[in-house]
């Protein structure tokens, strides 16, 4: 059981890594900017839409930024190499 535990926080720390979340601060803030500006303050449920939508937007970022890693490795690598 304890083998089992370490293996999936092992996981989590890598996907936590991947999806780089700490990066994910202008992109949300842009977002919810966007969408409570168009939406206004005349919903009674504007907490609840904001929710859902800041939801939808991270788990569209939790799945490019992997996506760009994954494709941009290449030239990630050789930018190291030339600083």
Same mark, same amino acid.
């Given at each position: 059981?304890?083998?089992? =535990?370490? =293996?999936?926080? *092992? #996981? *989590?720390? @890598?996907?936590? #890594?991947? *999806? #780089?979340? &700490?990066?994910? #601060?202008?992109?949300?803030?842009?977002?919810?900017?966007?969408f409570v500006s168009n939406l206004g303050f005349t919903t009674a449920s504007i907490l609840l839409e904001s929710f859902k939508f800041a =939801?939808?937007?991270?788990?569209? &970022?939790?799945? @490019?930024f992997p996506v760009n890693n994954s494709f941009d490795s290449e030239s990630d690598v050789l930018r190291k190499e030339r600083a």
């Open positions: 059981m304890k083998h089992v =535990l370490q =293996l999936v926080a *092992s #996981r *989590s720390v @890598s996907y936590f #890594r991947n *999806s #780089r979340v &700490l990066e994910w #601060r202008a992109y949300i803030g842009i977002a919810m900017f966007g =939801l939808t937007i991270a788990f569209y &970022l939790a799945f @490019s």
